[in-house]
C-alpha cells in the first residue's frame, strides 16, 4: 500500500489572509507543517499543492516538494485530485497547512483503518478529539462530527452537534481535526460530484462525500495541537512551541 501526503496550501485564506507565511517560532507556518509531516516517517512522497508563488518558493527554497496547480479550485480535495491524477499511490493523506503540530502517532490512528479494511468498505478516514469547553462548541470555526455506533461519520457542522435539548443527557461533543486519508478512487470521484446545498450551506467539503454516499470512519485522538485559523490562533501556537 502506497501512501503519500498532500498539504493543500492557499495565500488567500478568508479568516487570516497569508496565514500560512506568518512567522512561528523562526518558520513560516506552511514550512512548519511540511516539516512536522515528513518528520513522521510515514509518507513515500510529501508534497505541497498551492496556487501561490510565495508559498511555492517557500517550500521549494528549503529543500521540500511543492506543486503548483493548474487550475481554480474551490477546496482543498480538489486541488488534491488535479495533482495525484497521474500519481502512483493507493491512499492520500491530506494534512492541512495550517497544521504545523501534525504527529505520528494520529496518523498511524488514521492509516490503521485502511490497513484492516480488506473488503475497501471505507473511502475516507479522518480524526476527531472531543472538546468539552462551551465557546469551542458554540465556536463556527471549530468544525463539529457526530458518529454511528461503529464510528463512521453521520454528519458535520459549524453549529453544536447534538444539540442538548436534554441537558440530563451526558452528551459528548468531537471536534473534527483537519486530516483526511483517501482512497484514491474516492478522491478523483470527488472532483466530478457537484456540490450540493449541505456542503454549500455549512462550507465544509467532506459533507459532499457524505451526500453521495461515500463512507467516512472517524477515528478518536487525545491530541489536540492548534490549527491556526485566526491571529489569535497563531499567538497560542507560539506559547505552544515554545
Not at 505520528?104 to 488514521?110: D, G, M, T
Not at 471505507?122 to 465557546?135: G, K
Amino acid at each position: 500500500m502506497k501512501v503519500i501526503a498532500m498539504i493543500p496550501a492557499r495565500y488567500a485564506a478568508s479568516r487570516f489572509p497569508a496565514k500560512l507565511m506568518q512567522d512561528l517560532a523562526g518558520k513560516t507556518v506552511i514550512t512548519r507543517t511540511y516539516e512536522a509531516t515528513v518528520a513522521t516517517g510515514l509518507f513515500s512522497e510529501v508534497y505541497v499543492v498551492t496556487d501561490s508563488t510565495i508559498i511555492f518558493d517557500e517550500i521549494t527554497s528549503n529543500g521540500g516538494k511543492a506543486i503548483m496547480s493548474i487550475k481554480e479550485h474551490e477546496s482543498g480535495s480538489d486541488r488534491i485530485a488535479e495533482a495525484v491524477t497521474n500519481v502512483d499511490c493507493d491512499i492520500i493523506v491530506n494534512v492541512q497547512g495550517d497544521e504545523p503540530f501534525t504527529e505520528r502517532a494520529s496518523l498511524e490512528k488514521v492509516l490503521s483503518v485502511f490497513k484492516h479494511d480488506k473488503d475497501k468498505a471505507i473511502d475516507l478516514a479522518s480524526l476527531m478529539v472531543e472538546i468539552t469547553d462551551w465557546d469551542e462548541i458554540e465556536n463556527p470555526n471549530t468544525v463539529k462530527v457526530i458518529v454511528d455506533q461503529n464510528n463512521f461519520a453521520l454528519y458535520f457542522s459549524r453549529s453544536p452537534i447534538p444539540y442538548p435539548r436534554d441537558k440530563s443527557v451526558a452528551s459528548r461533543y468531537f471536534k473534527h481535526k483537519g486530516i483526511y486519508a483517501f482512497r484514491k478512487e474516492a478522491l478523483l470521484d470527488f472532483t466530478v460530484l457537484p456540490m450540493q446545498f449541505l456542503e454549500a450551506t455549512e462550507k465544509i467539503e467532506c459533507i459532499r462525500y457524505l451526500e453521495y454516499g461515500k463512507r467516512i470512519k472517524m477515528v478518536e485522538t487525545d491530541i489536540q495541537g492548534v490549527e491556526i485559523d485566526t491571529p489569535e490562533d497563531l499567538e497560542r501556537a507560539k506559547k505552544l512551541w515554545k
